[in-house]
């Protein structure tokens, strides 16, 4: 499993898109390379999901030409599975103070990629791209994992697809300036969003709000609360 996918095949590659800062970087990142991109969502029922998709549309418009293809979107149901979780509910959402493995759901990487590799293999692609940066903790974020992913699809399809990882030794500093010239303010990193805005006091806000700190970007991000926090002090909205 590759952390790169090579920018002289000018192939047709897969991404996994969420409408988030790593994905949406990661689709103009291929372009930029010369790919042609097939960009993935997947819908599972979450709370944040219709403000999500609604996001990651409008910034596949802002940046769309010849070599991306439409949007394919796959349902992937997870109330049944996932039952009264916060992710599901929108209540009791991790804040700003929660770490990171609060936000984790079990078994996600495996349920998002099933059907668009399934999808890759039936289109004759051989590459998926997901936006893992290299600190991602999570077991199902490793080489490991994707080597036995990669092996059991292909086994269970006779499709072989790879499963690449861009910036899989990245930091989220480096990824941000990748995308500092692109139209950050149209993606979309909360698990809480209040009327389509950011809510600026869940954990996706607050990593949001520090990665933009941390390339000392200006944050386009409308939050629905006026007072936001980053790094424990408050921070008033960009208009």
């Not at 996994?16 to 689709?27: E, K, N, R, T, Y």
């Not at 668009?116 to 490991?144: K, Q, S, Y």
Request: proline share 5%; with cysteine; charged share 20%.
């Amino acid at each position: 499993m590759g952390t790169s996918a090579n920018p002289g095949t000018h192939s047709t590659i897969g991404v996994l898109a969420s409408g988030g800062l790593d994905s949406s970087i990661l689709v103009a990142h291929l372009l930029d390379a010369g790919h042609r991109v097939q960009p993935f969502y997947v819908r599972s029922g979450l709370h944040w999901e219709r403000d999500e998709l609604w996001a990651l549309r409008a910034f596949l418009i802002a940046i769309d030409g010849d070599r991306l293809e439409p949007l394919v979107v796959f349902d992937m149901p997870l109330g049944d599975l996932y039952g009264h979780h916060w992710s599901i509910t929108g209540n009791g959402a991790p804040d700003a103070q929660s770490p990171d493995d609060a936000v984790y759901l079990p078994g996600r990487n495996a349920l998002l990629a099933i059907k668009p590799a399934i999808w890759c293999g039936l289109h004759g692609i051989e590459e998926m791209a997901v936006a893992l940066l290299g600190a991602n903790p999570f077991g199902d974020a490793t080489d490991e994992f994707f080597d036995h992913y990669e092996s059991a699809l292909q086994r269970a399809t006779g499709s072989r697809v790879r499963i690449v990882r861009p910036f899989g030794q990245m930091t989220k500093q480096q990824v941000m300036q990748l995308g500092r010239d692109l139209p950050l303010g149209l993606t979309l990193s909360c698990i809480a969003p209040l009327g389509g805005l950011h809510c600026g006091r869940c954990n996706k806000c607050a990593e949001r709000q520090r990665a933009f700190a941390a390339v000392a970007m200006e944050d386009p991000t409308t939050y629905a609360n006026h007072s936001t926090i980053l790094g424990g002090k408050a921070m008033t909205k960009h208009e």
